[in-house]
């Protein structure tokens, strides 16, 4: 008999941390600005594993040097990163941020400033902030924790994150360094890649099904013939997610298991 205690099984929100991470992949030596706790998980992990060379803040204004757990402190300082060295680095494509929605187009315009008419919206939310800056001069990709019909929209009530269709609309000057990269839900990944730029199925989380997603999205996806499953992590990437960057299970707050 074997009394070894079997691995914890492989959670949804530990799918989904990885297929952020995978956001970076191939990302070089570039600011990631993850804004999310699975994001942030993402982020950390890609640092651990396959992107080392991935520059990550404390959320404020240091480049760390390690890569604390999360709500721990930095033990080492790689620079000062004021907002005004950030906003370059937004300006000359040297970030890659994954931001919120509270709406998501099927062209990647994204809304998270009202919902409702402009001149009387039904909820007020964070405003437009810097979503057109970053959409228009770096990679930008998208974290959604509730997949839903709600987020998922034929058509956003107000444009904040650009997309393709507006993009290409407005010229070279906003198609120039338009790369919108990926969207990860707690359902699945999404991308991009169609011929219009249309938002596509492309991997599905174990124990999600396409017609879940399709039915969970209030346009129609690009869906291939065969949509495979995200990849499941590695038993040293399950490692650094429970006993380094998050061991005390922040991510199943924001995806429950």
Do not use: K
Not at 65 to 92: F, I, S
Not at 169 to 187: F, I, K, Q
Not at 203 to 219: R, W
């Amino acid at each position: 008999m074997n009394d070894t205690a079997a691995a914890p099984a492989v959670t949804r929100a530990e799918y989904c941390a990885v297929a952020c991470a995978e956001a970076w992949r191939g990302a070089g030596e570039v600011l990631a600005a993850p804004m999310g706790t699975v994001p942030t998980v993402g982020a950390r992990l890609a640092r651990l594993t396959f992107a080392p060379e991935l520059l990550l803040t404390d959320g404020e204004a240091l480049l760390v040097g390690d890569v604390p757990a999360l709500g721990g402190r930095a033990g080492a300082v790689e620079g000062w990163l004021p907002y005004r060295r950030h906003l370059a680095l937004v300006a000359t494509g040297r970030r890659h941020v994954m931001m919120g929605a509270a709406q998501l187009d099927r062209y990647g315009n994204q809304n998270i400033s009202c919902i409702g008419d402009w001149a009387r919206p039904a909820r007020q939310l964070l405003g437009v902030r810097g979503a057109p800056v970053n959409t228009l001069n770096n990679p930008t990709s998208y974290w959604v924790p509730r997949h839903s019909r709600r987020v998922f929209v034929e058509r956003v009530d107000l444009v904040c994150g650009v997309g393709h269709d507006r993009a290409a609309a407005a010229g070279p000057s906003a198609t120039r360094h338009h790369r919108l990269r990926e969207v990860v839900s707690d359902l699945g990944v999404l991308d991009f890649a169609t011929p219009d730029g249309r938002m596509r199925l492309r991997s599905v989380h174990p124990g999600v099904t396409v017609d879940q997603v399709t039915g969970a999205t209030g346009f129609a996806l690009a869906v291939p013939d065969e949509v495979p499953y995200t990849r499941t992590p590695t038993a040293e990437e399950l490692r650094l997610i429970r006993e380094v960057i998050d061991p005390t299970g922040l991510r199943g707050r924001e995806v429950p298991g």
